[in-house]
């Protein structure tokens, strides 16, 4: 089955700072990448996702990166804000047929104002 | 809007006990999963459903069992808690008509077990 690992697993930064979460998957039958963000107390809740075609998508100051030959993908949020505060989790998956998400176990970013 | 809605939201119990969590969705997706959240350890599947004839099982199912009781219910239970069972849960939705790969959360139901 696929494992996902996820590095930091905390990661402190100023405001303004950039941050880069890494994730390395292991079935190269997986073509789907999505991040979830989850703020405290709250639920997870898709933030950027990126496929297989693609090695780079951004949405404002979120980007996603994506190397399929080695297996590995990042989120990179520019211009940290404290709201930016949360537990992200990465994820990998093939779209279609009887694919489950595999998960990460999470990066807790914190943004000190 | 649409939702996964998720009852109760808080549940404290004591080892033993039978306790069921339920989900339910107006999302009109097909695909159910229920997810147990611990610190450090990330969003691990415990059950998932294609359909409501369809009940799987995922990797931490042991202690757990599901009904999928029609499209839109998928419940949850511990048939007898234990205090390791205590974490956050949460159950999650997707639609195979759009590929079935992303994921829409539940608010979550937090469980103790004393």
């Known amino acids: 089955g696929e494992n996902v690992e996820q590095h930091p697993s905390t990661l402190s930064v100023q405001e303004g700072d950039s941050a880069v979460i890494k994730c390395t998957y292991s079935?190269?039958?997986?073509?789907?990448f999505p991040w979830y963000k989850q703020e405290l107390g709250k639920r997870p809740q898709l933030i950027i996702d990126i496929r297989s075609n693609v090695g780079e998508k951004k949405d404002q100051r979120i980007a996603v990166t994506l190397n399929k030959t080695a297996k590995h993908f990042s989120l990179h949020i520019t211009e940290t804000q404290p709201e930016d505060s949360a537990v992200y989790f990465c994820?990998?998956?093939?779209?279609?047929?009887?694919?489950?998400?595999?998960f990460g176990r999470g990066t807790s970013l914190i943004v000190h104002p | 809007d649409a939702d996964v809605t998720q009852t109760p939201r808080n549940r404290i119990t004591k080892t033993g006990k039978r306790i069921m969590l339920e989900c339910s969705q107006t999302k009109g997706h097909d695909r159910m999963y229920w997810y147990r959240q611990d610190p450090g350890l990330g969003l691990r599947l415990i059950y998932y459903?294609?359909?409501?004839?369809?009940?799987n099982k995922g990797e931490i199912s042991d202690g757990y069992s599901v009904s999928r009781q029609a499209q839109a219910k998928f419940s949850l239970s511990l048939e007898s808690a234990i205090p390791n069972q205590t974490a956050l849960y949460f159950c999650a939705t997707s639609d195979y008509g759009q590929g079935g790969e992303k994921l829409f959360f539940g608010s979550g139901t937090q469980l103790s077990v004393l």
């Open positions: 459903s294609f359909d409501v004839k369809d009940i």
């Open positions: 079935d190269s039958a997986s073509n789907y």
């Open positions: 994820a990998a998956t093939a779209s279609g047929g009887s694919y489950i998400p595999t």
